[in-house]
């Protein structure tokens, strides 16, 4: 859930490193945002440059002038795991000295397992700095045995069982490269004479640059002055596609193009595909009446889904939740513990339009249920006469291994109640829950055996 | 364009006064937020806290414990006029020590010639450290005659000609107050055994607490632990109403309920009212074709517009800009100058909604029109085949003298133009604008003689 | 115990504010260092550029650029009264816009009794920020009758009583005075064409400047393009001088010339003046055996009288107590309350010197009396055979009411003991103790009947 | 020209390190400081506590409480090299996760030609996040072919050729280690059950602690929870000792002892055997009279060279330059690139003892001879009749490879000008200038084949 970005010999790659991060700013909160700029023979000082905080105040700290030539530059937006003191050494990009010289990374995924390959290069005698998995990957790279960085990359990428999209650059060159299996996006796009690499298009569209493609799962784009160079770390097709579906459930922003769908339309269409498989709202089998209920999306993932829903069936929706306009970020007080307080300051409910009103709220998925929950309780306090909850994707049963913040069953709500939804239904105090089919979703997604759908069904590739 | 909030023996007196802070964000931006906090006896030290940004960063640069018996509060968020130096004595709640001991005051709102006022209260003696009317305010209850301060309060600000909704504290006593002609919002909550003063209700929405009502225009709220006792700086109905419909059309949160109406029934009216005087979209005096046309409000504030607006002709409107989730704030490069640039990482289009369609965009109304002139373009470059401009307000052809930040007719793309649409639609470079009547306006409004709409029709009541 | 200076139209007053305001550190703790800059028409933002640190870090967080056309400056360093909760708001100078356009105020000194000179301007309307008695002055200013600056600083000041060495600015002048006792120092100084005036002296010589003479008591000097102008607030010697002898014993660097005297030839005067008094160093009527003790100061005010008696002994002093470089300022670690920690890692003794030797310590005097004991202590544990202490001033029996941080009966060792000396000796743990008399110190002083002795004979002018 | 510092089961080791690291406050300016402490079975976060500020501003700068129940802690206070970019990754201690768990590492020293080991270690796969040798020295123990700890420490820096004195620490141990020529200096000090190793002495003085020996050069001392025991990475004496006497002449604190020898001692033994060697001050072959000249130390360094100087002769020796309170750290405006203003702003002589004298200038050493200069012209302006300097030690010829701020030979005034005196003295200004002998320095040194006097006469054993 981090997102990564590199400009090379674009305009102004030190306005468009910036601009980009705070597009992706969704990948990545408050837990550390850094950048790297090189003047194309040697990285600017402070190299590189992070903060504990997100991408304006990273932006803000710049000590100093603005560097005059920047040449490529690397940025990276960080989604930290809670509970992990933070800690800016963890923040990316790192850049190590090595004897390929000085070479920065920036990651996105996750290793399944990473602290066996952590023993093995700690074995081999490295000294690591941070407890990530984004380290062993390029203590990894540094034990190759090709004495050329090309030829450590692609020795060492292919061989690493992880998730992972990568950007990575020496003061000259700048290098993406996808896992085989293709889980996490990375994108190619061209502005000026130049080019960029991204997480997600949108970074694309605001910079005016134009998109040209994904990189490709198993492809390493190797650029330099003499352009973008196409190598791959496994054979094409060796592998299994295993694009993370939750990308477009709720992770990338609707305005991006991910693993070739436009996330919008992909949402739309789940709360159209929910319509089909579940029809009108209706509870204890008879139909609502529509002038008693009123429909709406949790915004702003489930908008379009609400969307979706409601042309689909003919319904209206209604803008029934407040959303902060700052909270992007949750608001917390310094010491206070209680997460629904996010909530409760996050959404605020128009009484006028719940009072004895059958609520349906529709929502992208759900994880813990805590924020659903407190949601059903807002409504109720405010006067519904009841509260329909409509998932549009299967209930997640397993946890993801590949970057998603979702990593052990216990906090899945779902999972803990193994899979029974009236339990679920209690657990976040609605009247009534429906999920989405995992067929349903198939059906949206399309070319789904391109896709991970391990947190639905279980069925981990790696 | 301020956020006040006054608590008293409420439950948690610190936690509910940033809160409020955070629900009244959009009324004060970066420019300056300050809290000051009483354990009945005196002032707690800082006192008054203030910092040059968000409530969060007020909030989080709290030194030290948080203080265990705080009895009555007050907070101020800010919007600071552009260009002055950012200063933390600027920053209210402003304290001082006086004769009727120590008092603190925040305001909302402006007064018309204040240099006339200052320079009376210089004459008599007065050192000031700011170069806000506020301090003026202060300063002229100080030089009233009554030895007590009730008394000098009556007399100050029965005699000042100003727009003000003030919140006064003394260590043991919060006071609230309105103007004669009710500029400005102000509202009484109750929490608990406490009360809560506040410029919006929503802030009782997601604190729990009670709406009871407004303070009335002309009216001082003295609460103590007698309870709230109700004085008159003038004689009630002495003057005309003159409350501030842009507090309605733009200025207030959705979710609030302000001079008796709910903002966004109050804006979907709007949308309504411009579908019933403009009608279905044309240009050239042809309809546009439903099947070519896209029609959607700028968020958030026109979201309601466009609700209203197409609910009325049976149309439906598309979320058509996506936007960034934490743009409360401008996002803005050290040393960027271009405001321009706000507007393009502010909102994405989603360009397959808009290809080759014609767009039709509501919004709540047109002060400078650059942001306008920038949604434009933006729309044109996706593709747009024309563009339809609707303005849910009549031109702003005046400045305001009452506190919203429109002070010049300069500023005013309306008033440059002299009121001439074309030129408008030129300068926003629209294909068609309309904007609705003021008599539309005044319909949606209804007591519409109790309304200030000065900025439309220059009529100023000061 | 302030350190003020003015700077007008010399070369660069941006660095002389700074460096003059560094050569007054010893005058000024962590409490605070402010400075105030005029480009001859307004002063220059931020104004004024106050920090709660030392003059380095007031220097290091000056915002943005260095100002490009300084005309004259004030600046401040304050030692702060312990207790109270450190404000930016008390740092001096303190701004203010009056009738007579701003005016900024930097003062050293204190007024007895100011509580009811603070009434009398309250009820006249004052408005405080502070809780200082500058504040008080500033408004006694802004309420006389004159309508001009002058004159209304002539009648305030020449009414005031309290002790007080001003520096005001407004921007285009810079005036100083002193009142008419002339308690604390002011002098002037001359750099090219410019002016310079600041509490001691050692600040003209590092800037390269020329000492001109001292504001006298009572004079209030105004410098603009004319020149220098003498006007007096007082006829002169109207009142007795009440200069401080604490400045010369205690406060001012040894190369600074204080009230027409060298500092440092002043100490070692008093120095010689024990010698003569007390003679060689004695116990229990026994001459102590010059192989068999060591005699020194401690660092780094006795110095100067360690050199003086041993000089007139004929005798040899010692480094013994190494004093740690950056001890200007007590490291305390956050939470500690020990100050006999401060002292304990601000000298370390040479063990060698001190062994089963009988220690003679001079110091310039004793008011608490607890960093004596401190040292006493330390030198017992190093294994000193006994302990000789000389303080080469008389016992400090009255409390100052005129800027000196000896504020109460109940902090003074010799008042708490009512001057019996073997009870001084028995809290200092020392084996024998000797003061010099006010006798002696009046002949080393001279003309003593210009000087202040209040703390050492009762006799209060004010 | 660092401090380290580590605390095994002390009483309070959170305390004592800081205090510890505030003594030894002189090896290392406000390049940075860092501590790291363990509560024997983790670090405690942060880990490791890192500042670019003096040892003051790191401990205020301590997150959040003070932990409870540490076991251990390490310190180091940097010098850095001048001109190379802040970076907190570059202050000490550094902590890495191994093979053998976590590892921190404090380092005072130098590697000759580092690169070359450099290479070697990154050939192996070393990914390295600075640029110090200290990073290399780490990796080389990661590379070792031992499993345990102990076995890889004395196999790596047994065959280290650098010069080092080096602290360890895992969560539960302590280690200290000297690299077999003893060129730095380590302690070992015992307070209350545990143990205290430290740079300098002076550490345990102010503590309270016990010295009980120095590690020995080639010992490796590891303390645990058996207490401790001794290794040795080479035998004893298999290298000659090459223990460094600037250690002694010019950066110890004189309350420390170093190498077996009181420092305030030796420099005034330095003093006195410069006055054997050279006599009176005389100027073309004419003695000077006693009556028209005025001998002085440069403060704080000289001033025991200069009491040890007079004594011999029978002089005395006055304070003339009086020292800033707070010049442990030099106070620079930001900008200012001119270091003369240090001088300036650090010294300020007393005219009326050097009007119309000759003086008599006494210094440790002379490195760039810049500070001299100025000083020399201070005095001159302030009315001398004539300058003659003395250095209490031998030119220096050559760079320090070994870990003193003097490595280049460009920066050596004495290498620049050959080592002819005269020209020396011109650059400097005086009007005579005299160096100890290296004859002479081996005499106060006694057992001179213990020391390294490479900076003196080029013979490196490294």
């Given amino acids: 859930m981090c997102g990564i970005v590199g400009v090379y010999n674009t305009p102004d790659p030190f306005t468009e490193i ?43 700290e710049w000590p100093g002038e603005t560097p005059a030539q920047v040449h490529l530059a690397i940025g990276h937006t960080r989604y930290g795991t809670a509970g992990a003191h933070s800690n800016k050494e963890n923040v990316q990009p790192l850049l190590r000295r090595t004897r390929f010289g000085h070479l920065a990374i920036g990651h ?10 952590q023993r093995t290069i700690q074995q081999a005698g490295a000294m690591l700095t941070t407890t990530s998995d984004t380290e062993v990957l390029l203590h990894d790279i540094g034990q190759q045995e090709p004495d050329n960085l ?10 690493y069982r992880g998730a992972f999209s990568l950007i990575l650059t020496t003061p000259s060159e700048l290098i993406g490269c996808r896992d085989p299996w293709g889980y996490r996006p990375l994108s190619i796009g061209r502005l000026g004479d130049g080019f960029i690499l991204a997480s997600e298009t949108c970074v694309f569209d605001v910079l005016g640059a134009e998109y ?18 196409s190598y791959w770390i496994s054979s094409k097709n060796e592998y299994p596609r295993q694009q993370c579906v939750f990308e477009q459930i709720y992770l990338a922003r609707p305005d991006s193009k991910v693993f070739g769908k436009h996330v919008d339309k992909f949402r739309k269409e789940l709360g159209a595909e929910l319509a089909r498989e579940y029809g009108h709202p209706s509870h204890n089998d008879q139909l609502l009446d529509p002038d ?9 993932s489930a908008v379009f889904i609400a969307e979706g829903y409601t042309e689909e069936l003919g319904n209206s929706r209604k803008d029934v939740l407040i959303r902060h306009h700052y909270s992007g970020r949750t608001f917390m007080l310094p010491g206070q513990k209680n997460r629904d307080n996010g909530v409760r300051l996050k959404f605020n409910p128009l009484r ?21 929950r407190r949601i059903v309780r807002m409504v109720r306090k405010n006067g519904a006469a009841g509260v329909t909850v409509l998932i549009a994707s299967p209930q997640i049963l397993h946890p993801c291994k590949y970057g998603i913040d979702m990593k052990t069953y216990k906090e899945l709500v779902a999972a803990e109640n193994e899979g029974d939804v009236e339990k679920i239904q209690k657990f976040i105090e609605a009247d009534s ?26 069925e981990y590739a790696l």
Same sequence: chains 1, 2, 3, 4.
Wanted: charged share 25%.
């Fill in 18 to 60: 910036f601009e980009s991060l705070y597009m992706l700013q969704h990948r990545g909160g408050p837990e550390g945002t850094g950048v790297l700029f090189s003047n194309s023979r040697e990285f600017i000082s402070p190299a590189p440059h992070r903060t504990l905080g997100l991408v304006e105040q990273c932006a803000n």
């Fill in 108 to 117: 996105n995924g996750d290793t399944p397992g990473f602290e066996k390959k």
């Fill in 150 to 159: 090309c030829g450590a990359l692609l020795d060492s990428l292919g061989e």
């Fill in 212 to 229: 040209v493609r994904d990189v490709e799962p198993g492809e390493l784009v190797w650029i330099d002055s003499q352009g973008l160079q």
């Fill in 292 to 300: 008693e209920m009123v429909i709406f999306g949790v915004p702003d």
């Fill in 352 to 372: 006028h339009h719940i009072e004895d009103k059958w609520c349906v709220i529709l929502d992208d998925s759900l994880v813990r249920g805590t924020t659903m």
């Fill in 433 to 458: 829950l429906y999920y989405l089919s995992i067929e349903g979703l198939k059906r949206v997604i399309g070319d789904h055996e391109n896709f991970c759908l391990a947190c639905f069904n279980g």
